[in-house]
Each structure stands twice: as C-alpha cells, then as structure tokens.
C-alpha cells in the first residue's frame, strides 16, 4: 500500500544493523506463571533483555494467544527495528499503512515502524485478529532474513505430515524455519499450521531466531583488489592538486 506522504530517509532502511545485545534494566519482577512453562529459561532470557514484556508486571500469559498486534510488535522488538535513520516530512500514522488500525492504540508505532522497515504485511491486516502458527512463523522469518545476510543453506525439505494444511505463500517460510531450528514438528511430524499462536510459543520462536542469528554472523566485508591496487600507486599520480598550490 502506497504512504499517503513523502519522506526522508538518511540511509536505506534495509542497512538497518540488528542489535541483540543485553541491555541493563532496573527492577525486573520475574514472571509468576511460567514456572511449569517449558520454555521458561527462554522466556526469562527474553525479559532480561527486554525483549518481551508481561501482561502485567509479573504475569506473562504464556498460554494467550498472539494477536498480530501483538506479533509485529514482539519481531519489530526483537530485531531492534526502529524509525532512528528515518525523517518524514509529515508525522506518519498507522492508518497511512493499515485502514484498520487504531492511531491512538498501543501498537500504532509497532505497525508504522515495521511497515517503514520492509515487513510485508497486508494492508487491510487487522490488529486484533489472532495468528495462527504459520502466519507468525513466516513473518518472523521473513522479516529476519530480510534484516540479515544469513547464509545460504542447501534446503532439504523436511516431511510434514500436514503439508496440506499450509498456505502455499507460507511454505518457503516454514521449510526454513525447521531448517534454521526456529521451529520443530511434533512427535507425528505435524506443525499444526492453522493452529492459534501462543506467547509461549511466540517467544521460542523470538528466541531461536536470535540465537540462529547469533550463531551466524554476517560475513566481514572484502578487501577491494581495485582500491588496493590504487592506494598502491605513486603519491604523485594519486594526490589530487589542491587549488592554489604547486
């Protein structure tokens, strides 16, 4: 959907850098309900980072579904993406982007930024719809691969038993994201695609991505052989002639 505004970008908005670092956070209450959660170290690694945050103070909800509000808002936090390199002309809203979208809601900036940021969403996304599993996984997955120079992998397509229940645009995703390890099959081999999201489930996926990530840094930029062959020239047919010297 075209912006209903111009704007001035500083720098290319995919140039944007992921920053995974921890971060100090004073008086960080532990979440009192995921005790029994079995991903519970993940989720506290992600509160200490501040990277996912409660329904209250000490509640998590971890069996809540994720709302796409709440979605876009959790990957656009986890991936640090943010509007810093970007000045507009006129003050953005998320109506510019989503007809349905709340500009006073919460989750306004979540969806300005992540749109700003080249996550692909539909333009008539509507916030408090539920995602599915699939729905998550492959916007997570988009926007990562989007936002980083992970390497190339031979794909081997993993079996899964409910393949048919897949929407095909979602297909690639899901292939890469077993590969990557940011989601698994359960033990009959099914990934359950159509199946509702939980926060639980949300911040596993937050939390392999990152580690997949981590696990593999963009490659260190190559020496250019024109510019060292040039830097290796003579001063005199190198240095430019500075006006009003000899």
């Known amino acids: 959907m075209k912006t209903k505004f111009k704007m001035i970008t500083l720098s290319t908005v995919t140039a944007l850098t992921l920053s995974f670092a921890g ?21 506290i690694a992600l509160q200490e980072q501040g990277l996912v945050h409660g329904i209250s103070d000490d509640l998590f909800a ?16 986890a991936l640090n993406l943010n509007l810093d390199l970007v000045r507009f002309l006129v003050e953005p809203k998320a109506t510019d982007y989503f007809k349905n979208a709340d500009n006073d809601a919460w989750y306004a900036n979540a969806l300005i930024t992540a749109s700003v940021n080249g996550v692909v969403l539909p333009a008539d996304l509507d916030p408090n719809k539920k995602w599915t599993r699939e729905e998550f996984t492959h916007q997570l997955i988009s926007t990562i691969e989007t936002h980083s120079n992970l390497p190339q992998i031979k794909l081997v397509p993993a079996q899964i038993n409910d393949n048919a229940d897949l ?46 990530i981590k696990a593999h840094p963009a490659p260190s930029p190559q020496p250019d052989p024109a510019s060292e062959t ?17």
Do not use: M
């Open 23 to 43: 971060q100090s956070y004073a008086a960080i209450t532990p979440f009192s309900d995921i005790t029994n959660v079995e991903a519970k170290d993940k989720i």
């Open 62 to 77: 971890p069996n809540a579904t994720v709302t796409a509000a709440q979605g876009v808002q959790l990957i656009v936090k």
């Open 167 to 212: 929407t095909i645009d979602y297909e690639g995703s899901i292939q890469r994201a077993l590969a990557y390890n940011v989601v698994k099959l359960d033990e009959q081999g099914n990934f359950h695609p159509k199946a509702e999201i939980s926060r639980a489930e949300a911040a596993v996926q937050i939390y392999n991505a990152l580690e997949y």
């Open 230 to 246: 040039s830097s290796k020239r003579s001063p005199s047919s190198t240095s430019p002639q500075i006006p009003g010297t000899k």
